[in-house]
């Protein structure tokens, strides 16, 4: 089927404003990823889930970060009043999670724009 | 996850073989080689990987070499769309976060 979907694909909005990303997986996989990249960086880990649970929390920035994730499935990714330092492209990726070798398959992105 | 170690950037003519190397030489046992590539303004696209035995598909061949301290990422004919960052990675256990160091920029020129 289809590979990783997000949306929006853009997002320009107020600093102060609340914003909700979408991260739609590749069917079956169980295994959820979220990154940012600033512009001309690398990779920046935010969270990962495993099924519905979220063993690894640490790379979220602060706490106006949060994510969650329903059905084992779609996830969504909040930043509650958001600053400028918060613009960046954030990009989903999923994986089956088999043991040993593991290979991760991303989304688009969506790009943050906060003015 | 091992250390990896690129040429920060490599030139390639079109139709030609692009040959992008990786050195890995403190890779375990059980880490595997992971090619990933990230185009412009797009998401990082995975390309190909192996543990011991060279492998290939419709993208890439990889070429690891014997004591696996290196690797070698091999675009057949190379197009201008192959035009991107080329990500090595060692890595083994599902799970976990995927580092990328600052990969190879590739130039595919007409």
């Known amino acids: 089927g289809a590979g990783v979907s997000q949306s929006p694909s853009n997002k320009v909005t107020e600093k102060g404003k609340d914003v909700e990303l979408r991260c739609d997986p590749i069917?079956?996989?169980?295994?959820l990823y979220w990154y940012r990249q600033s512009l001309g960086q690398g990779l920046e880990f935010l969270i990962y889930f495993q099924g519905n649970s979220a063993p690894d929390k640490s790379g979220l920035p602060s706490d106006r970060f949060s994510a969650e994730r329903t059905g084992g499935s779609v996830s969504t990714l909040t930043i509650q009043r958001t600053q400028q330092e918060d613009s960046a492209v954030y990009l989903c990726?999923?994986?089956?999670?088999?043991?040993?070798?593991?290979?991760?398959?991303f989304g688009p992105g969506t790009r943050l724009l906060v003015l | 996850d091992a250390k990896t170690t690129q040429p920060p950037s490599m030139d390639c003519a079109e139709g030609r073989a692009a040959n992008l190397p990786c050195n890995h030489s403190t890779i375990s046992g059980n880490e595997y080689v992971y090619w990933y590539r990230q185009i412009h303004s797009q998401g990082p696209q995975y390309i190909i990987h192996g543990l011991k035995n060279n492998e290939t598909n419709e993208m890439a061949s990889l070429i690891i070499t014997e004591d696996r301290k290196s690797s070698t990422l091999i675009l057949p004919h190379a197009t201008l769309r192959d035009t991107a960052v080329y990500y090595c990675?060692?890595?083994?256990?599902?799970?976990?976060?995927?580092?990328f160091g600052g990969g190879t920029r590739l130039m595919v020129k007409p």
């Open positions: 990726a999923s994986s089956p999670f088999r043991t040993g070798a593991e290979t991760q398959y």
């Open positions: 069917s079956g996989h169980t295994a």
């Open positions: 990675i060692a890595r083994n256990n599902a799970g976990n976060m995927l580092t």
